[in-house]
Nanobody, 119 residues
């Protein structure tokens, strides 16, 4: 059973920076997609950034040029570097991985980490 453990959420002032991390545990044979989603209070969950198995990245328009998704070399740990944070970035951020584990291909989600941008 694969589990994703996130960390890094915090309270930060507008214009500040945070880095979220997501480390999977368990048996992983291959990873197709890794990504970060977020859900603000009263809103639907949305994709923020994704990283494919071949290294392609994708960002939602509102975070382009401010957020960077990356993967630690040789591991399945991913990061979300967030710069110039805005109040509208306040949300619970979830790590997601589409991977092949012992039960085949499936989507796995972390427990979520709260990011609050406020002065």
């Amino acid at each position: 059973q694969v589990q994703l453990v996130e960390s890094g959420g915090d309270v930060v002032q507008p214009g500040g920076s945070l880095t979220l991390s997501c480390a999977p545990s368990g048996t992983i044979f291959s990873i197709y997609v890794m990504g970060w989603h977020r859900q603000a209070l009263g809103k639907q969950r949305e994709l923020v950034a994704s990283l494919s198995g071949d290294g392609k990245t994708n960002y939602t328009d509102s975070v382009k040029d401010r957020f960077t998704i990356s993967r630690r070399y040789g591991t399945a740990t991913i990061y979300l570097q967030m710069n110039n944070l805005k109040p509208e970035d306040t949300a619970v951020y979830y790590c997601m991985m589409r991977l092949v584990g012992t039960r085949g291909l499936d989507d796995y989600w972390g427990q979520g980490t709260q990011v609050t941008v406020s002065s």
